[in-house]
């Protein structure tokens, strides 16, 4: 059984992409019009119905790696994804969130690894630049295919911290209080546990990335 939790932020998700996707609609209606019978977007219609509503892939932000390659979030559908936010001057939580993704990747089967990329995505564009996310995860052994760091606008890192249910706050120049939540996604976009706290018990997190990833064995 769902908790309650996830049930409430899957409402809260399905909420944050339906307007997205209504004002997409509405920027994209000229150009419908201009389309002929002959269906020549067939393939892309196809892919966007294959999404799902509760998909964060209907997300149309962009996004920036640690190796300066430009990426939207549809770009990662097919794998299973272990998302957390962070920012990489952070003393406190931060490294212990860290510590949790890199125990939850250490701990994983074998066998799955290769259907699982864990996200770190930054509240703190500003600062974190693609070099400065490309530092952090050499400082910290996250160096792997697996491991992906993102950045992007402050409205676009707003909107998906709403996604995951991630409240954060600037209280000083270089410190930020935010939510500390490590967050699951099926090979679909869509959210299928969560993990609250720092320094937790991540057995329950671990078993439902693995099965999960053992569907797309």
Not at 68 to 92: A, F
Not at 117 to 146: C, H, R, W, Y
Not at 195 to 201: A, D, K, P, R, T
Request: charge should be neutral.
């Amino acid at each position: 059984m769902e908790s309650n939790s996830i049930l409430s932020i899957r409402r809260s998700l399905k909420l944050v992409l339906g307007l997205v996707l209504f004002l997409l609609s509405l920027q994209s209606c000229d150009k419908k019009k201009g389309e002929n019978k002959s269906g020549e977007n067939k393939s892309e219609e196809t892919a966007a119905k294959s999404i799902s509503d509760l998909s964060i892939y209907n997300l149309p932000s962009k996004w920036t790696s640690q190796d300066n390659k430009n990426i939207e979030m549809v770009d990662l559908k097919g794998k299973v994804l272990v998302m957390v936010m962070i920012y990489t001057s952070c003393k406190s939580a931060c490294p212990r969130l860290v510590a949790d993704m890199r125990n939850i990747e250490y701990h994983l089967p074998d066998n799955i690894k290769k259907n699982v990329k864990l996200v770190l995505v930054s509240i703190d564009p500003e600062i974190d630049t693609p070099k400065k996310l490309k530092a952090f995860s050499i400082e910290n052994k996250m160096e792997g295919d697996q491991w992906l760091f993102l950045r992007s606008t402050e409205e676009n890192t707003r909107e998906f911290a709403a996604v995951l249910a991630v409240n954060y706050k600037k209280i000083s120049p270089m410190d930020f209080s935010h939510s500390n939540i490590i967050s699951v996604f099926n090979a679909e976009g869509e959210l299928a546990f969560q993990q609250e706290g720092i320094g937790v018990n991540s057995d329950e997190t671990i078993k439902k990335i693995t099965e999960e990833a053992n569907k797309l064995n």
